[in-house]
């Protein structure tokens, strides 16, 4: 029997000292099997850093977060035994973030939760443009959004703008689309727009754009005529300054 016993003996011992020495870290909302904590923007993320199995060896045990590997400032109650951390609001920013709580005296033994914020694209209301005849239009439409949009549409009066026979181009980022026209004439670029993305858990965002088309107006060249006109005072002021002796004879 001691020869059956022993082989059995440091197995048992080493899954003890795991559990004696290890830290959790629990949430609202909470944590998925990946590790990965599910919110939105503006709402409130808890976390709290907990021994995890035997309690009484981490009595007094400092415990250290991080947030993407920078070391988070904790009040002198918030460090040993237990330790929270509230992420409120959650911003774009807090996406990816990753929250670690270790123990002070031995940084191996960690806990991790990353952050997944959703959030749909900033689109809404209707925003007047108006643009010259010839002139360059670019109408520009907020596509951020995570999970991101799965489409995206735009209309000119109700209809599909029809990018060929309206010389438009279009582009998307992943930031934004941009819809431009380097030529613009009244007839086919004068009405009002409408961007519509579609998002696999927000559904369906959209914004207006209401465009005029004014007339063409002649623009003088600013910079040659104030060249101009610099030119013309200094030359009489040099004239009268080259005959200053002159006028003064002929003015007594």
């Not at 629990?26 to 990965?36: A, I, L, M, R």
């Not at 904590?37 to 850093?49: A, D, R």
Request: with cysteine; glycine share 6%; charged share 20%.
């Amino acid at each position: 029997m001691k020869l059956m016993f022993r082989p059995l003996l440091f197995p048992f011992l080493l899954l003890c000292a795991t559990q004696t020495f290890g830290v959790k870290i629990q949430s609202f909302p909470d944590v998925n099997s990946e590790g990965v904590i599910q919110t939105e923007l503006e709402k409130t993320v808890s976390l709290v850093c907990l021994p995890d199995g035997g309690h009484e060896a981490l009595v007094d045990e400092e415990l250290v977060w991080l947030r993407n590997g920078a070391v988070i400032s904790l009040t002198e109650g918030n460090k040993k035994d237990r330790s929270s951390v509230c992420v409120s609001p959650v911003i774009y920013e807090d996406n990816g973030a990753t929250f670690t709580c270790h123990l002070g005296k031995n940084a191996t033994v960690t806990a991790s939760v990353t952050l997944n914020v959703t959030y749909h694209p900033e689109l809404s209301g209707l925003e007047e443009v108006a643009v010259e005849e010839e002139a360059e239009l670019v109408l520009v439409c907020d596509v951020w959004a995570n999970p991101p949009v799965s489409s995206v549409s735009w209309t000119l009066n109700g209809s599909a703008v029809d990018l060929v026979a309206s010389g438009f181009s279009l582009t998307n980022d992943g930031f934004t689309s941009k819809l431009t026209a380097n030529r613009v004439e009244k007839s086919l670029h004068e009405g009002t727009y409408q961007c519509t993305t579609k998002s696999p858990i927000y559904g369906e965002h959209s914004k207006q754009f209401s465009v005029t088309v004014t007339g063409k107006t002649m623009k003088l060249p600013l910079m040659p005529m104030i060249a101009g006109i610099v030119v013309v005072c200094l030359t009489s002021l040099f004239a009268i300054v080259s005959r200053w002796n002159t006028i003064t004879k002929c003015c007594k």
